[in-house]
């Protein structure tokens, strides 16, 4: 059984960092595209950013200000959150992407707030 399990996020003011986690288990992370969405209340999901084998890419928004980063030995995949701001507000998930495959797994989500 494949499992995405996140934690971190939490409520922050602007300006603020937060760091989120996914631990995976049941796949071989190196062979997975690993990405973190967001989806605010009432907006479709979308892509924050994404680090595959050969590249990692950011939305526009978060550019900048987000890292993502996977430890592959540990199965892990973080997203260091900087300068939040309050259109950061949504619940975030941890993606995992089959390389050449079709499989696609999600962690449960994280709410992820910023408000002063």
């Not at 900048?64 to 996977?70: A, L, P």
Request: proline content about 2%; some cysteine; glycine content about 10%.
């Amino acid at each position: 059984q494949v499992q995405l399990v996140q934690s971190g996020g939490g409520f922050v003011q602007p300006g603020g960092s937060l760091r989120l986690s996914c631990a995976a288990s049941g796949i071989i992370l190196t062979i997975y595209t690993m990405g973190w969405y967001r989806q605010a209340p009432g907006k479709q999901r979308e892509l924050v950013a994404s680090h595959s084998v050969t590249n990692i890419t950011y939305s526009e928004s978060v550019k900048g200000r987000f890292t993502i980063s996977r430890d592959n030995a540990k199965n892990m995949v973080y997203l260091q959150m900087d300068r939040l701001k309050s259109e950061d507000t949504a619940v975030y998930y941890c993606n995992a992407k089959h390389t050449w495959g079709s499989n696609n797994f999600w962690g449960q989500g994280t709410q992820v707030a910023v408000s002063s």
